[in-house]
């Protein structure tokens, strides 16, 4: 099990390199992507919406703003620590 829980920590590890490479916050570029990424993901306004729909499409559009954020802002130990929660 521990062979399991080492490579997923590594994958992880890997993946949150992946994600700070892609959003440098030192790359212009990058940066202007994550303001507009911001926007369409409504990263600080609420999600609802009257129509159902539109508040579920919104809803799907902030959550992947909240997993950029978790694996550009969170340490390796509370990403797994989210993994292993999201298993249970």
Excluded: P
Aim: hydrophobic share 35%; proline share 0%.
């Amino acid at each position: 099990m521990s062979d399991l829980m080492d490579r997923v920590k590594l994958f992880l590890r890997s993946r949150k390199r992946s994600y700070q490479f892609t959003f440098d916050e030192n790359n212009r570029d990058a940066q202007s992507v994550l303001i507009d990424l911001a926007k369409f993901c409504r990263a600080n306004k609420t999600t609802f919406h009257t129509d159902e729909r539109a508040s579920a499409v919104l809803q799907g559009r902030h959550e992947v703003w909240l997993r950029i954020q978790s694996y550009l802002n969170l340490s390796e130990d509370e990403l797994w620590e989210l993994y292993r929660r999201s298993k249970e």
